[in-house]
């Protein structure tokens, strides 16, 4: 079965550190994927997207995330995090339907 | 960019009662619309698919009875949590596919909260 694997459940970074969360999945067919955030208290929105081309792809916010079909992984990045990146962040997989990862908590303390 | 509403926002109910969520496509056309279903500390779970004009599929484990799908346009889905039950409690959100290019846009979601 397909299924899309967040490593780390809840992150705590001071402002200015690095990010970097992991995705993986599971499906050796062709994929798009997908970074959500969710801040407190608001809707899903989309970061950034992956179908195909430059395997590199920049979202909104200084977000980007490198898409590595060798290891079927979709890592977000962020160079420095500010306080405000405080969210819940969703990897998600859409192979012929939506395969979401279970989250990660970003807690950035000031 | 496209745009899904999705209304309520936020409702309480008395447990046997009936709640319509509705999800509408503002500014394009979604033959195909997902419903999802987030439970505390958890990612979504898709729940359905509501394909407009025919009936809607299921994923496993979700009671279609209960959980009511109607996708009578283009433009609109709704989903009606019958005969309500505290374990219905949730936070459930939709999404439709802009095929123009936006891709995959989601309502703000709906908090259901029966008592």
Aim: hydrophobic share 35%.
């Amino acid at each position: 079965a397909q299924s899309v694997s967040q490593h780390n459940h809840h992150v705590i970074l001071s402002e200015a550190a690095s990010l970097e969360l992991g995705c993986n999945y599971s499906y050796g067919g062709t994929v798009n994927l997908f970074w959500y955030v969710q801040y407190p208290g608001q809707h899903l929105q989309l970061l950034l997207k992956y179908f195909s081309g430059d395997p590199l792809v920049k979202g909104i916010k200084g977000f980007e995330a490198e898409f590595i079909k060798s290891k079927f992984s979709f890592n977000l990045r962020k160079p420095s995090v500010q306080w405000s990146d405080t969210a819940e962040y969703f990897c998600a997989v859409n192979a012929s339907q939506f395969y979401f990862g279970t989250g990660t908590s970003l807690t950035v303390i000031p | 960019g496209a745009v899904v509403s999705q209304h309520p926002s936020r409702v309480i109910c008395k447990s046997g009662t009936s709640v319509k969520i509705e999800c509408r496509s503002l500014d394009f056309q979604a033959t195909t619309m997902f419903w999802y279903r987030q439970f505390p500390k958890q990612s979504l779970m898709l729940m359905a698919t509501s394909n407009e004009g025919s009936k809607a599929t299921y994923e496993q484990g979700v009671e279609k009875d209960k959980f009511l799908i109607n996708h009578a346009s283009l433009t609109l889905s709704t989903l009606t949590v019958t005969s309500a039950h505290p374990e219905d409690s949730s936070f459930y959100i939709c999404s439709a596919n802009d095929r123009g290019g936006y891709g995959y846009t989601f309502g703000s979601g709906t908090r259901l909260t029966v008592v």
